[in-house]
């Protein structure tokens, strides 16, 4: 499965986007779909995950500002982000995984299984 995302941009604080992970090469169904992000000069953190059912899981720090979905049908995933922050500032990545376990994610901030990585969009939070 090969993802591409997009969405990325620049836009001032409290703005909002809705960044979209394009799948190919198979369907998503089966799969566990994440996001993660790196700010420059950190470590990638987990965002959201969405299992293959629907069910989703949050960072810590996402305080409700981040919404995962997803469209099997469609074959994309989405992240909703609301009230953009500065410290939002980062790439933002898809990931696809969790075929070893049923399409379940693992729980943040653990990625084991996520094996299918996009190249990023870059999300920039400035006044």
């Known amino acids: 499965i090969q993802l591409l995302e997009s969405g990325g941009g620049a836009v001032q604080p409290g703005g909002s986007l809705k960044l979209s992970c394009v799948a190919s090469?198979?369907?998503?169904?089966?799969?566990?779909m994440g996001w993660f992000r790196q700010a420059p000069g950190k470590e990638r953190e987990g965002v959201a995950y969405?299992?293959?059912?629907?069910?989703?899981n949050y960072a810590d720090f996402v305080k409700e500002r981040f919404t995962i979905s997803r469209d099997n049908e469609k074959n994309i995933a989405y992240l909703a982000i609301h009230s953009l922050e500065s410290e939002d500032t980062a790439t933002y990545y898809c990931?696809?995984?969790?075929?070893?376990?049923?399409?379940?994610?693992?729980?943040?901030?653990?990625?084991?299984?996520?094996?299918?990585w996009g190249k990023g969009t870059l999300v920039t939070v400035s006044s």
């Open positions: 990931a696809a995984g969790g075929r070893g376990s049923g399409g379940y994610c693992p729980t943040l901030p653990y990625s084991w299984g996520m094996d299918y």
């Open positions: 090469g198979d369907t998503i169904r089966r799969y566990c």
């Open positions: 969405i299992d293959w059912d629907g069910s989703s």
